[in-house]
């Protein structure tokens, strides 16, 4: 009886520890996945939208109630003890949330931009060792790649060497000297 409760009892603790791990999995890798939603600005506002109308709406809710106790006041029908909503106060946290978003374009915009920059620059992929199985035929060998590394170096230290001797010769404190 012993030995049946010992079998019995191996695969049930086995079952429980994956599932526990199957869990554990999925609660990391929806960790993972806000982590990187929190980092990416086309996410970021997609999310700040919904606050941003909730806002919008806000204002002019405030504002109307404003247009609404000022008419009351200058129609003499009420006096000024009734104290309304601010409505600089709403307005700035809609223009918060505008300049957010804002961010969160332009951001986008430059990602946008690095990544063409890069396909353009350098357009063929290295395979890498995380990623075997995705290996694509116009990929460069890891010899090719360093090699357009090393030009691009050399071409950004041409560039850099040019900019100094244009600002050597504009502000005149000296004569251009060889390149370094």
Known sequence: MASQQQQSGGPMSQSGLQATSLQQQQQQQQQQLSQQQDFDPVHKFKM????LKESLQN??????????????????????????????????????LCDQLELCLRLAYECLSQSIDSAKHSPNLVPTAT??????????????????????????????NALLECSKKISGKGQPQGIM
């Open 59 to 96: 204002v002019m809710k405030i504002a109307s109630l404003n247009f609404a106790h000022n008419t009351t006041i200058d129609n003499g029908i009420k006096s000024s003890d009734t104290s309304v909503q601010r409505f600089d106060k709403s307005l700035e946290e809609f223009y918060a």
């Open 131 to 160: 990623k075997p199985d995705t290996v694509q035929t116009e990929s460069m060998s890891y010899a090719q790649y360093l090699g357009m590394i090393k030009s691009q170096i050399s071409c950004a230290k041409d560039i850099h």
């Open 48 to 51: 700040l939208i919904p606050q």
